[in-house]
């Protein structure tokens, strides 16, 4: 039995609608059960598209967001200013069409030194995500993890060389860890921790674009050799958007 669902698209727009108009199905779900619903974002050139669909069909469903709390997979260490922000995409094109309040928006504070930046993005998953049991080992529980893919295989900041230390990426109970030396600029980097997709109630990948057909295809292989492969074979299903053409 496949750990993963795959639905393919003929392009990035239809994709991105798709995946939009699901996750507000997720949303309005959590409002009419009265919880709450607590969102990583991802970055990514899907992603404007994405957001831009959000927006548009959230407006015209009159999707509520009181009860959402918006997180990031992944975030450069830049102030929130920087075009490379992944948080200033979402600002831009998410929050300020759909008037999201500030204290439902938990970005990663990339202007601050890494270390304390970590600190302030794991206090922040504590007081608003779910707190973990003893099989998650007490790590918080976001509701919903959105990732990326990239040519090279991984997921958030989560690289295929990058040096970290196992304990930080793997078998820590908070979700976020320093990556210093991520291969792809800007080098420093705030991520998700594999526990944290690993313990997450769903998680969405968004594979888009060219030259990804080879890492999809390895991640899908149930060899756990890329870090989206070690995402999906920690888990018991993954929802994956895909308009990346594959031999299955």
């Not at 968004?206 to 070690?230: D, F, I």
Request: a neutral charge; proline letters at 8%.
């Amino acid at each position: 039995m496949k750990n993963f669902e795959l639905i393919s698209f003929a392009g990035p727009d239809l994709l991105a609608n798709a995946a939009a108009s699901a996750w507000l199905d997720e949303i309005e779900a959590a409002a009419r059960a009265g919880k709450t619903h607590c969102a990583a974002l991802a970055g990514g050139r899907i992603t404007q598209k994405f957001y831009v669909a959000t927006a548009e069909k959230a407006s015209a469903r009159k999707t509520p967001f009181g009860h959402v709390h918006f997180f990031w997979s992944d975030e450069r260490c830049v102030p929130p200013s920087d075009p490379e922000s992944n948080f200033k995409l979402a600002a831009d094109l998410l929050f300020a069409p759909l008037k999201i309040p500030n204290e439902q928006i938990h970005r990663i504070l990339g202007e601050l030194a890494p270390e304390n930046a970590v600190i302030q993005a794991n206090k922040d998953a504590r007081s608003f995500c779910q707190p973990g049991d003893e099989k998650t080992d007490g790590a918080p529980v976001f509701d919903l993890v959105f990732g990326g893919l990239g040519e090279d295989g991984h997921v958030a900041s989560l690289f295929q060389n990058a040096r970290f230390e196992p304990q930080e990426s793997a078998k820590c109970n908070d979700p976020f860890f320093f990556v210093p030396n991520s291969p792809k600029p800007p080098p420093r980097r705030i991520s998700l921790n594999y526990n944290a997709f690993a313990v997450a109630t769903q998680v969405w990948i968004l594979a888009s674009g060219k030259g990804k057909e080879a890492a999809l295809q390895q991640s899908l292989s149930g060899e756990g050799k890329t870090p989206l492969g070690r995402v999906i074979d920690s888990r018991r299903k993954t929802k994956i958007f895909v308009d990346i053409p594959l031999r299955m």
